[in-house]
């Protein structure tokens, strides 16, 4: 489960050995304008390839239009060109441009290891991060389990960009940053028979061995012990038995405390209220949410982010058997509260509710979790925006910031009286769902606000929708397992970072 990414590299001008060269196209005063460092082309290839590039651009169909990529015919090199947008390109568009464009390159016929040069013209050092990542995400091919493995389409990329020091700066960070993702995107895509839980504990650790992070992983004997009852219920009906993986990051001089806590279920059934068919298929992607929270550690500890952050992964099997929990059980959770199970397949807020019942004793200033909580999320915002709920509108805003200098996409969700008293029960402290379906990503919302102490500020990000893309392949974003929240979790680490 070891992969390898692209290499990255930056460069002044083109390399000679360059197997494909993405540009840009712009408008400037209404006029289409290439974008890259035609000139190297020109030296390379001893030709004028500025007038003939900018007719094929426009006679193949490239177009300012963003994300659209064309490939011109076969010249020395082959040539991308994609739309840049004609306004001043923000971070997130040329992210998405350049994954476009990289995707481009590798459906070229015979495409193998190809060395791909990004010449943009960048010079700003967020661009320059925004590029690489782009290129690196764009490249990232799914693990298949086949027998015979192929090589990777993509060996380099190489960002063409005046390199000063912040340059190289960046593009370490967007290595970082981007090598997270991918991770993330792997365990997602991984069959889920090949990633129980046991196993998902033992691939975080080995993902973080490298890294100034200390690593627990709490079994099944120290769940009882300890008295997390909502994991335990969860991972009762499954052979595969929960873990509790608990990382810790804390360099010196670090004034703020995060903590992170993500859903791990690493197949949701919906347990004896069984999912149909239909709707089970996906469900190996329960697990977004603990990925995206072990990726994002690995990347704040490998960018050495001043932060101490403590992160959680809630890791359980959802299955139907004669030792499940059931609806209508009532759980005593870790902190002591009691919960009446409203439905089986409600198990994500469960575990979720033991994980940041833990994380809250660590007295963070701040708890942010994620996970694939519910399908009313996904009716509600769509399946590329995820939903953000929040103790207040700071540390809403907070996140909302993190999500757009990440370049994702997160819309907030209100959690109103009237829904938090919908979770009022006759017979324990709380119900784990509200009365009806009808707002059912915000009563989820309240049930896990009500494991949060007053003083601890909280966020919650649904990522049922993002974290896993059923269409084609768009931007930078693959089809299958997405790697959502990573670069929104790194970018709040970096701005709470003294
Ligand atoms: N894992 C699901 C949520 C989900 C649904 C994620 C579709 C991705 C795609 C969650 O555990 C679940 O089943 N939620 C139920 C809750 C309901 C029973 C209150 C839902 O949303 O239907
Ligand atoms: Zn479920
Ligand atoms: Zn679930």
């Not at 004034?255 to 190996?284: C, N, R, Y």
């Amino acid at each position: 489960m070891t992969r390898k990414n692209a290499s990255l590299s930056l460069s002044k001008t083109i390399d000679r050995d360059a197997d494909v060269v993405i540009l840009g196209l712009t408008a400037v005063g209404g006029q289409p304008t290439l974008v890259g460092a035609i000139g190297d082309l020109e030296k390379s290839y001893h030709k004028a390839y500025s007038t003939p590039l900018r007719t094929l651009a426009l006679t193949h169909g490239a177009s300012t239009t963003l994300e659209t990529a064309v490939v011109l015919p076969p010249t020395s090199v082959r040539v991308v060109v994609v739309g840049l947008g004609d306004a001043d390109v923000t971070a997130e568009q040329l992210r998405r441009a350049v994954g476009a464009a990289v995707r481009t390159a590798m459906q070229l016929p015979g495409a193998e290891g190809l060395k791909v040069a990004v010449s943009l013209e960048l010079a700003a050092p967020d661009l320059i991060r925004a590029a690489a990542e782009g290129a690196l995400l764009g490249a990232y091919e799914p693990e298949v389990f086949t027998s015979k493995q192929d090589k990777p389409k993509v060996s380099t990329v190489d960002v063409v960009a005046a390199g000063r020091g912040d340059a190289r700066e960046a593009i370490d960070e967007a290595r970082v940053v981007a090598e997270a993702v991918c991770q993330a995107r792997d365990w997602t895509n991984t069959p889920p028979n090949l990633l129980t839980p046991a196993l998902f504990a033992e691939a975080a650790k080995h993902s973080l061995r490298d890294q100034r992070v200390s690593i627990d992983v709490l079994d099944e004997k120290a769940l009882e012990k300890g008295g997390y009852g909502g994991i335990l219920a969860v991972g009762g009906g499954s052979a595969n038995r929960p873990r509790l993986v608990r990382m810790q990051y804390a360099p010196r001089g670090a004034t703020f405390h995060l903590a992170l806590v993500g859903k791990g279920i690493t197949f949701d059934s919906g347990g004896l209220d069984i999912k149909p068919a239909g709707q089970m298929a996906g469900m190996k992607y329960d697990m977004s949410g603990a990925a995206a929270v072990i990726a994002a550690m690995q990347a704040i500890a490998g960018l050495g982010l001043k932060i101490k952050v403590t992160a959680y992964a809630a890791m359980a099997e959802n299955m139907p058997s004669g030792t499940s929990y059931r609806s209508g059980d009532v759980m005593t959770m870790f902190d002591g509260q009691t919960v009446e199970n409203y439905n089986t397949d409600a198990e994500g807020r469960l575990v979720m509710a033991d994980a940041i019942a833990r994380a809250a004793l660590d007295e963070p200033q701040l708890i942010v979790d994620v996970a694939t909580l519910t399908g009313a999320c996904m009716v509600a915002l769509g399946m590329r925006v995820g939903g953000l709920m929040a103790s207040d509108d700071v540390t809403a805003d907070r996140l909302l910031d993190a999500a757009e200098a990440g370049g994702e996409e997160f819309w907030q969700l209100p959690i109103t009286e009237e829904i938090r008293s919908q979770l009022d029960s006759s017979v324990a402290d709380m119900r784990s769902g509200g009365k009806n379906r009808f707002g059912g990503a915000l009563a989820a919302g309240a049930f896990l606000h009500r494991f949060v102490p007053e003083k601890i500020a909280w966020g919650h990000l649904d990522i049922a929708g993002p974290a896993n893309n059923e269409d084609s392949a768009f931007g930078c974003t693959p089809k299958g397992g997405t790697g959502v929240a990573v670069r929104t979790l790194v970018a709040l680490a970096r701005q709470l970072s003294s």
